[in-house]
């Protein structure tokens, strides 16, 4: 009995391995077809060790609106 859930245990173990290499397989495939675009840029390329900050919009919080109400609470001792 202990042999054949060793074997179980075993075969599981291969057909997972299987399966991650034949998905990696897949995922190298699919980023071939795709010619390796790389997002954020299109086709500048800077040389290694050059920064760029980019200054994001700014968000405009308005003020709360004027009907709003705080919220009554009870301590439960």
């Given at each position: ?29 699919q980023q071939q077809g795709r010619g ?36 009554d609470f009870e301590e439960i001792k």
């Open positions: 009995m202990y042999l054949l859930s060793a074997n179980g245990t075993l075969r599981t173990i291969l057909i997972l391995l299987i399966a991650w290499q034949l998905l990696r397989l897949w995922m190298r495939v390796r675009h790389q997002p954020g840029g299109a086709g500048q390329q800077r040389p290694k060790g050059d920064v760029r900050i980019e200054q994001l919009k700014e968000i405009k919080h308005g003020a709360p609106p004027a009907d709003a109400e705080d919220a």
